[in-house]
């Protein structure tokens, strides 16, 4: 079954880089795209970018300079990192699932989430 | 970027009563309006997808409708398991934007 699962470290001091791990199972990557979505604590969903099936990434404006997306596809794996952060980049972040290739744009899956903390 | 507005942001209903959650776009998104549902300890659940459109495994009693700007989902004779938290998506355009979310209770 389709399954998304991500992991990295719960504490990250300020200034520095996140980084976190999307592994996933039950679909391949060169077929989906995968996308990360975080959540501040209280607060909406914000769409961060996304890995296509191609390799090819897009990413939120707000977010483009400090936001890379990378893979692994022979380890099933999407790899964000997120330099510079902030207390305000507190939050859960999540990687999902966009529902088939022609342009749907929405997500048939996610991950359970992982919860950031951003904190000296 | 769309700006999704969602109200109520909170709302308390009983099991048997039906709702209503309305999602309103800053400008135009023709019917590209997904709805998903969040519970604590599942992943968010995909519900409808272009406005109306119910994802597979999605019980008959939720309904998605609107275009343009205006949307609703409205969930018909409640069950226990649907009191969640809800969230509208637009997937017209990039970036993607979401609601601020409609937490459902039990009343």
């Known amino acids: 079954q389709v399954q998304l699962k991500e992991s990295g470290p719960g504490l990250v001091q300020p200034s520095q880089t996140l980084s976190l791990t999307c592994t996933v199972s039950?679909?391949?990557?060169?077929?989906?795209?995968v996308h990360w979505v975080r959540q501040p604590p209280g607060k909406g969903l914000e769409w961060m970018g996304r890995?296509?099936?191609?390799?090819?990434?897009s990413y939120n404006s707000a977010l483009k300079s400090r936001l890379s997306i990378s893979r692994d596809t022979s380890k099933n794996q999407v790899f964000l990192k997120m330099n510079s952060l902030q207390t305000d980049d507190t939050g859960t972040y999540y990687c999902?699932?966009?529902?088939?290739?022609?342009?749907?744009?929405?997500?048939?899956?996610w991950g359970q989430g992982v919860m950031v903390t951003v904190s000296s | 970027d769309v700006q999704m507005t969602q109200s109520p942001s909170y709302l308390a209903a009983s099991p048997g009563e039906s709702v209503s959650i309305s999602c309103k776009a800053s400008?135009?998104?023709?019917?590209?309006l997904a709805w998903y549902q969040e519970k604590p300890g599942k992943t968010n659940k995909l519900l409808i997808y272009?406005?109306?459109t119910l994802q597979s495994g999605t019980p008959s009693r939720f309904s998605g409708s609107g275009s343009g700007t205006d949307f609703t989902l409205t969930i018909r004779s409640l069950e226990p398991e649907d009191f969640a938290v809800y969230y509208c998506?637009?997937?017209?355009?990039?970036?993607?934007?979401f609601g601020s979310g409609t937490k459902l209770e039990i009343k």
């Open positions: 999902t699932r966009e529902a088939g290739l022609g342009g749907a744009w929405y997500f048939d899956y």
């Open positions: 039950g679909f391949s990557l060169t077929s989906y795209n």
């Open positions: 890995m296509r099936y191609n390799g090819d990434t």
């Open positions: 400008k135009s998104i023709n019917t590209y």
């Open positions: 272009s406005g109306s």
């Open positions: 998506q637009q997937h017209n355009e990039y970036p993607l934007t």
